[in-house]
């Protein structure tokens, strides 16, 4: 289990307020260690919110387009569906990470560029691997006890 904290804002990709009953925005929040902030990656690809057992982070619609939101959703079954809900990590060997959406090839960054106010959302856009973009996040493990 892991968080993601935001290289530039120092906030931590979050649960949102929920949009109806099956889906949840993601923002950056303040990192506090919550629930809200916890995430695991598992081995298909899929990145599962503690705060919402069987949501997944998810691309909003499938949409392929710069400014789609990212929410969590329902866990799908990947190997029927669309593969939205599929995302792998790439470094740049410095502790941070590019979350990255294999359907898309877009990555999650902040809605509002540098922002580092609670409720930021978060969606996606063309990777910028320049060393000062929001598209940098931080994987830090959450030890058993915290």
């Not at 804002?9 to 099956?22: A, K």
């Not at 503690?50 to 799908?76: N, Q």
């Not at 941070?96 to 898309?104: D, F, R, S």
């Amino acid at each position: 289990m892991f968080y993601l904290k935001n290289k530039v804002t120092g906030t931590c990709l979050s649960l949102g307020r929920f949009l109806n009953d099956n889906a949840q925005v993601v923002v950056s929040r303040a990192c506090n260690k919550s629930v809200d902030q916890r995430w695991q990656l598992h081995s298909n690809g899929s990145m599962m919110s503690k705060g919402s057992p069987l949501f997944c982070l998810d691309v909003a619609g499938s949409r392929p387009t710069t400014d789609a939101s990212l929410l969590v959703y329902p866990c799908e079954d990947l190997t029927v569906n669309y593969n939205d809900q599929i995302w792998r990590f790439e470094s740049n060997n410095e502790s941070a990470v590019l979350i990255k959406n294999v359907h898309t090839e877009k990555c999650a960054t902040l809605s509002s560029p540098n922002n580092a106010s609670d409720g930021v959302e978060i969606f996606q856009s063309t990777c910028d691997s320049s060393p000062v973009s929001d598209d940098w996040w931080e994987k830090l493990i959450i030890r058993p006890g915290e």
